[in-house]
């Protein structure tokens, strides 16, 4: 089971372009439409769990699906399978540009910054819509910006999240109907093992200063998508990786298919380039590790926790945060290291009118990018 679970994710890592959305479309077609391996209800709820949890929500969502159709054996299987083109295409690109400079790659990191602009700012519109209905959240989502505009610090980050969380389940608990208490958690044996893990590998991430500390960290916070992973990472890292080498990873990371989150195989790899391939290993399993282990703990009680109003207003409240997050990252590093000029311009509102669109590929509006940046630099 597990190698057929595996071959037919591999197969969706090798054509699964244009990202998480994509993917979740690529899986509700084959995966509860023609091999009817999940009934449509189920595969409702699975998104429901993986969108309410931190980390990468379509390969959590696979990761889920094959646990079902397989165990935990086909879970993992699923995950190599589908993470294996993107993992082998992103370190590629490191290995490449940390042994060649050849004179063309500063034109194409040009042209990739235009991209990554446009790509964050459809993302930071998107998200702005889903996670910051109403002023307070709104509200929440500035100050976040203002704040991390002036420093984007990890400790920062993560007290801000902390605080605004803990501020929305104070006032939902306050405002609730002490007469109405949902009844206690029934959680799984599984799920205290998981979240133990989780809990366990967290504190030693919380002490360490390796690369899976590092990654393991940032993917225990990214909540949103592999968008928000950009602005953890930047100030988790800091100076070990310049800004060009972010924004490169960033744009190829829309451009090959499999999970945005392989940009870690990308980092990891150019955080330690006499130990490349070791490293982006460590980087992705612990970028990718919380959110699964958060699935295992979450799977069997996430219902009871939908019923319980000041914790989906603290997971509100943090969301909101993390729309500022990625406000600042766009202001800085994205927009003050834009090219400047008339064509660089041009080429971004002409890539942004595409990408809302949503009728122009995403592997269309690279192809663009790269045009200007080889006759127009």
Known sequence: MAARVFL???????????????????????????????????????????????????????????LRRGGLPAAIAAFIGFTLPSFVLMYSLAVFTLREHPEWLSSVIAGMKILALVVVADALINMARQFCRGAALAATAMASAVLMSLAMQPMLQVSVMALAGLLAYWRSAAAADANHAPPPLSIETRGYWALLLFVALLVL????????????????????????????????????????????????????????????????????????????LRACAGVFLPGFLLL????????????????MAAIAAVNAVVVGMLGAAWLNPLLLQAPGGWAALLLAVLLFGALRSQRVPLIILVIAALLYAKFLL
């Open 8 to 66: 037919q994710f591999l197969f969706l890592g090798c054509i699964s372009f244009g990202g998480p959305s994509a993917h979740i479309a690529y899986f509700r077609q084959v995966f509860v439409d023609q091999r009817h391996w999940i009934s449509e209800e189920e595969f409702a709820r699975q998104l429901a769990l993986c969108q309410f949890l931190p980390g990468p929500a379509s390969s959590q969502l696979g990761f889920a699906i094959a």
């Open 205 to 280: 991430a919380l002490i360490g200063s390796g690369v899976f500390s590092q990654f393991y960290l940032v993917g225990s916070l990214v909540f949103g998508g592999g968008h928000v992973a950009l602005p953890l990472l930047q100030s988790f890292l800091g100076d070990a990786i310049s800004g060009e080498q972010f924004i490169v990873g960033y744009a190829a990371a829309q451009a090959v298919p499999g999970p945005m989150f392989s940009l870690a195989a990308f980092l990891g790899a150019s955080l330690q380039p006499e130990n490349a391939l070791p490293a982006a």
């Open 296 to 311: 295992l703990a979450v799977t069997g009680w996430w219902q009871q926790l939908a019923q319980r109003p000041p914790v």
